[in-house]
């Protein structure tokens, strides 16, 4: 990104004079007057190498991802209609992730369940209390041999201890805090997704309450001050005493942890409540702040008392912990030893009376699901991602609807990740496994480091990843030899609903994502505008194509417009563009077109028109046909019809409208009248805008800059920012494939 900015601003900076240095990069890790003050007093030169590195990792997703996900979009979705995914994507580190929830659900579909058997013994201590052993061999997977050992110890009456040991162990604090063990156990204790989670974390440190969440180093600098963000919490209602306890008695220094050289662990840097925060943010902000505190408290001490019994030729073991000191579990209570019951003081060659000696019969059980904690591991050790990306691919195998999560966070693959994954393995294995994803980081690393040229390694691993897809295409048949078993071709898929234009026979509407219509005799499919309902347009159809028109509605408060199935993938017109409905037409006649239905420029954006919703009666409403700025108008009106003039004024359509007697709001009782909606005052009163402030000159009171019908251009409103444009288009597209 460093670059990037300088790609931009150089050009224009003035020049230096004699070579002096004007360009530097500070780099800062929360956001506090110290530490900004510090980083303005050490600022560095920007790193090229690592700059490299991130175009390449980019570059190499996109190109890789574009290709694969291009191919297989189009074959599977032109052959099979319950995909119910708008997108068949590959990535470079999606499909690994992918991979590893497959082979889980592999394993627990393989899975056979053993029987096996247990001894269980109870010995009693007095009148009132037992103990319960665990059996030193465990289990065995023969009967008969259980049952033999259960004849042989059930001959015994007394358990002699053979030996006691008494030993002080410790539980270690935790080191500090990295994205990888923070999305863990948010995922894992506080039920919140990695992407929400992510986002949560930057929200926390962009308000200033926390250091910079994307961090893969769990280890605290020399130099970092601890005491200041421990002061920052002495206040707290919620562990003020165990911090102002630490500062009086003195911190332990935290545990040494890995330093990857980026940003310290993440910390928090101000002291916040609930009411501050709101629930989720407090959450985790919560745990960061307890979590922090730990890592300078002290071990957890308990006495570990071990009892080991002979009951005839079988032995026997029971375990007591006795905790000595909480040390860091005070402020992490879900981190403490479990209370258990105190053992009885004996020596060796005591004896006691047994009490029961009992064969149990158990079932060896399959693995669960992985848990999205699980998986943010396996991709950690085998290099899938980064900090920061790593949840980005998680959320992408959710979206794309290879998984689903269910309760405990536990990711269950689809019928369509499975196939994906398994035909991926049938083709070339290695483009769902993570070893030459995680060959490629390791040279993506070197690139960083300098140690590597970043061309060679860009074309070595494209040209790697070339051969792959043409072999992946020319085997593509393995993969739909799966599909065909799960899937059911296009022709068997849908309701009938719109009649086509070229064989007059009835259409398809395939519901599933991505919803299209699919005519079974020309074997041709028509995609549709997405995440709406689509239904049949008063069975009219485009003078054009013959087709039967269909329309599209977002709801009733929303955005609704007919089309034309064959012009909105076949655009007519040189001016248009595929995917574009009747309400972005620019046929000169067509009743549902732009040219008949459009009424002026769009209030917020700059080339949207409005165009009237004929079908919107009685409770009428324009819809802006780029953004989604609607206008809801003239309720109860009985016709409205756009007039062939315009308005002398904004040069916008006027517009005619008729009212029943009994409902009209016009003054005089009026039942028609003829107007701009603009600049006409009687029909001012009448239009309501939503989604979008309203810019025209009516409503700020001045007059406006007339620039002709439909190009009327308006001022954003105040406080509104607008729509963000992704400064590096490739780095955009590339965090969608990857």
């Known amino acids: 990104m460093a670059f990037l900015v300088l790609d931009a601003v150089l050009p224009v900076m003035n020049p230096a004079h004699g070579g002096e240095k004007t360009v530097f990069r500070a780099k800062f890790s929360s956001i506090t007057d110290t530490d900004i003050c510090n980083a303005m007093a050490r600022l560095g030169e920007p790193d090229h190498n690592e700059a490299l590195s991130v175009d390449a990792r980019q570059e190499l997703d996109l190109r890789i991802g574009c290709a694969f996900t291009r191919f297989q979009t189009k074959y599977f979705q032109g052959k099979y209609g319950d995909l119910d995914s708008s997108l068949i994507s590959f990535g470079p580190c999606q499909t690994p992730t992918l991979g590893f929830c497959v082979e889980r659900h592999d394993k627990i579909q393989s899975f056979k369940p053993e029987t096996y058997w247990v001894l269980q013994a109870k010995v009693n201590v007095d009148k009132d209390r ?28 007394e358990a002699q201890v053979e030996a006691t040991s008494r030993k002080e162990k410790a539980k270690q604090r935790p080191l500090a805090l990295n994205t990888v063990e923070m999305l863990r156990v948010a995922s894992s ?38 005491k200041g963000p421990l002061r920052q919490q002495a206040n707290h209602p919620y562990w003020a005493d165990t911090v102002k306890r630490l500062l009086s008695e003195g911190i332990n220094r935290p545990r040494k942890g890995h330093d990857a050289g980026d940003h310290p662990p993440i910390t928090p840097m101000r002291s916040a409540t609930e ?13 960061i702040t307890r979590h922090f505190i730990a890592t300078v408290s002290y071990d957890c001490k308990y006495l570990q008392s071990t009892i080991s019994f002979r009951i005839g030729p079988e032995h026997f073991t029971c375990i007591g912990k006795t905790v000595i000191s909480p040390g860091f579990t005070e402020i992490m209570p879900w981190q403490s030893v479990p209370l258990e019951e105190s053992l009885p003081t004996c020596q060796k060659g005591d004896t006691f009376l047994v009490g ?20 943010i591991t396996l991709m950690e050790k085998h290099g899938i991602g980064t900090d920061a990306s790593i949840p980005v691919h998680i959320n992408n195998i959710c979206q794309r609807n290879y998984v689903v999560v269910e309760s405990g966070r536990r990711l269950k693959p689809t019928n369509l990740g499975i196939v994906l994954v398994h035909g991926y393995y049938k083709i070339d294995a290695e483009l769902v496994l993570p070893t030459i994803r995680s060959a490629v980081e390791k040279q993506l690393n ?6 590597a040229d970043y061309r060679q390694v860009l074309g070595h691993t494209l040209d790697v990843f070339k051969r792959k897809f043409h072999y992946f295409v020319d085997s593509i048949a393995g993969m739909d030899e799966l599909m065909e078993v799960s899937f059911s071709p296009l022709a068997a898929t849908g309701k009938p609903l719109s009649r086509c234009g070229k064989c007059h026979r009835f259409m398809k509407y395939i519901q599933a994502k991505p919803s299209r219509l699919h005519c079974s005799h020309c074997d041709e499919t028509y995609t549709l505008p997405q995440n709406g309902t689509i239904k049949l347009y008063k069975e009219l159809r485009c003078p054009l194509d013959d087709f039967e028109l269909v329309l599209w509605s977002s709801g009733s408060r929303g955005k ?19 995917g574009m409905g009747c309400n972005e037409c620019t046929h000169p006649t067509c009743q549902h077109s732009l040219s008949m239905l459009g009424i002026g420029q769009c209030v917020e954006c700059e080339s949207g028109v409005l165009v009237l919703d004929p079908t919107s009666g009685p409770k009428w409403k324009m819809a802006c046909n780029k953004c989604n700025v609607v206008a809801h108008c003239f309720e109860n009106a009985h016709r409205v019809r756009v007039s062939p003039e315009t308005c002398s004024s904004c040069e916008a359509a006027l517009l005619d409208v008729d009212f ?18 603009f600049c006409d005052p009687v029909f001012q009163e009448l239009v309501e805008l939503k989604h979008a402030a309203s810019c025209h000159p009516m409503h700020r009171g001045g007059p406006g800059r007339r620039q002709g019908r439909g190009r009327a251009r308006g001022r954003r409103p105040a406080g509104k920012p607008s729509a963000r444009r992704p400064k590096d288009k490739m780095s955009a597209l590339a965090a969608y494939f990857v």
């Open 130 to 157: 037992s103990l319960l052993l665990d059996w030193d061999r465990v289990r065995v997977f023969d009967r008969e041999i259980a049952q033999m050992f259960l004849n042989m110890t059930k001959l015994e009456k």
């Open 189 to 226: 204790s506080l039920g919140m997704g990695p992407q929400h989670a992510m986002q949560t974390a930057e929200r926390l440190y962009t308000q200033g309450y926390i250091s910079y969440p994307r961090t893969e180093t769990t280890h605290y600098p020399e130099n970092f001050d601890l």
């Open 275 to 287: 009411a501050e925060l709101g629930s989720e943010a407090w959450r985790l902000y919560e745990y």
């Open 356 to 375: 029961e000696v009992k064969m149990l019969e158990k079932q060896t059980s399959p693995p669960d699901y992985l848990t999205e904690a699980e998986l």
């Open 446 to 451: 070197l690139i960083a480091q300098g140690k």
């Open 560 to 578: 609704s417009y007919p089309l034309c199935p064959y012009c909105y993938n076949h655009p007519p017109f040189r001016d248009m563009k595929k």
């Open 660 to 677: 029943n007697k009994a409902k009209t709001p016009l003054p005089g009782d009026e039942t028609q009248h003829t107007g701009c909606i």
